[in-house]
């Protein structure tokens, strides 16, 4: 069984495509995994509506509500049902579902954000929360330290590097040190 992202990955997700797209109300995300997350999630101290849908008529259903400002996502046997909270969220709705682009169709992907649905890609959003052009080539294959860098985002987001690229410094064995000393901002252009 695949594993779906965590909320803290999600969370990030939608922060930097939040930042990027601040008028678009509806995020959808791709994973083949489920969501064991809650109805809600809480991105940059604010509350968003999440819904899981395995099926493009549960997307479809989630989009309507969101629309009419009911309070449900509908009927539908989804691996991990979330209804919409009634009130709780800030009008932002993150579509999760295992569903690619062509099987939700145009008429869905014109509603989200980007006309498109994101991909959780860890060292992506590393760079983007620190505002650096690049990741050292090296360090995509540890994607655990992605994983660990973003577990303790804090919740009002980092602060910009004073540089422009993540590096990675060997100073002994990869595996023994944690998952920040193993980071240093390299200063040179």
Not at 19 to 35: A, C, K, L
Not at 52 to 74: D, H, K, T
Not at 133 to 138: A, H, S, Y
Request: include cysteine; hydrophobic fraction near 35%; proline fraction near 7%.
């Amino acid at each position: 069984m695949i594993t779906g992202p965590t909320p803290a990955q999600v969370a990030a997700q939608v922060a930097m495509i939040h930042r990027q797209r601040p008028e678009d109300r509806i995020i959808g995300i791709h994973t083949p995994g489920g969501w064991l997350g809650g109805a809600t999630l809480q991105v940059n101290g604010e509350s968003c509506n999440v819904v899981y849908c395995s099926s493009g008529l549960q997307v479809r259903e989630a989009l309507v509500a969101l629309e009419e400002g009911r309070a449900r996502q509908g009927v539908g046997k989804a691996p991990h049902p979330n209804p919409l909270p009634g009130g709780e969220g800030t009008g932002l709705l993150i579509v999760i579902t295992p569903l690619d682009e062509a099987q939700l169709g145009l008429d869905v992907l014109a509603r989200l954000a980007g006309r498109q649905l994101y991909r959780i890609n860890h060292w992506q959003m590393v760079r983007d929360l620190f505002h650096a052009r690049e990741v050292d080539p090296r360090l995509p294959s540890q994607g655990w330290l992605a994983e660990a860098l973003l577990q303790y985002v804090p919740q009002g987001g980092t602060h910009r590097l004073p540089a422009a690229c993540w590096t990675q410094r060997r100073s002994g064995s990869t595996s023994s040190c944690n998952a920040l000393s193993c980071l240093t901002v390299d200063r040179t252009p």
